[in-house]
């Protein structure tokens, strides 16, 4: 749980500093998604470190979700009929870990649909890349994710998603230091202001791409 989390957590920081290129314009935020495609080529084939990248999170991902379940069942039939009183209790971000995950698990269906695969849920004008040469791909991310989040009820939906992100890499990062036995309590005090901090980042970060471009101020 504490290794998927953590590549998910930096997959998810370094990935919106990648939005952020939309603040620059369609050429950069289109030329970062053309780089992604183009990586490494000859070396590796065309698309070959995204792919490489989707299996290593697919991985992660069919993980993180069985080790979740499997310490939300464990739990359950260690506690039996009977609830043990007195003890301290749980940070409303922990107990709502499960909840959130599962929202997030429906999130990533619906990103994928939306803005990578554009299947059912994309917006009228979505155009996928189309390969142009052995290493060019003609790319239109910025203009996808304009037209998308210009619909105001995927526009609030995303908003709202980074919230629930933000809530869950807050706690998350902060059962990493529990889970890899950090005891100090100088290292959890500090491993908390850092999973407060990426939480925050996150939610800012990709939170105000939707507003901005519902408002107009991206176009």
């Given amino acids: 749980m504490a ?4 590549i998910f957590a930096l997959f998810v920081l370094v ?6 290129k939309a603040l620059m314009g369609p050429e950069e935020f289109n030329s970062y998604a053309r780089f992604l495609r183009v990586l490494a080529h000859p070396l590796i084939p065309y698309e070959g470190v995204l792919w490489i990248l989707r299996i290593v999170l697919l991985g992660c991902l069919v993980a993180h979700v069985w080790a979740g379940v499997l310490i939300w069942w464990r739990g359950r039939r260690s506690r039996g009929g009977h609830r043990r009183r007195g003890m301290a209790g749980l ?3 922990a107990r709502t870990m499960l909840l959130s995950g599962i929202l997030l698990l429906g999130f990533v269906v619906v990103h994928l649909l939306d803005l990578t695969l554009g299947a059912g849920l994309e ?3 979505f155009r996928a890349p189309v ?7 003609d790319v239109h991310a910025y203009q996808n994710l304009v037209a998308s989040l210009s619909r105001p009820p995927m526009a609030i939906y995303y908003s709202l998603m980074m919230l629930v992100i933000g809530v869950h890499l807050a706690q998350g990062i902060w059962n990493v230091i529990n889970d890899l036995g950090g005891t100090g309590p100088r290292l959890r005090r500090i ?3 850092v999973g407060l901090l990426v ?8 939170g105000t791409l939707p507003i901005l471009i519902l408002t107009g101020v991206i176009s």
């Fill in 91 to 93: 940070t409303w971000g």
């Fill in 191 to 193: 491993w908390l202001l």
């Fill in 131 to 137: 390969r142009t040469g052995p290493a060019d791909v």
């Fill in 199 to 206: 939480a925050l980042a996150v939610v800012i970060g990709n």
């Fill in 15 to 20: 990935h919106m500093i990648g939005n952020l």
């Fill in 123 to 125: 917006s009228s004008s």
């Fill in 3 to 6: 290794v998927t989390g953590t």
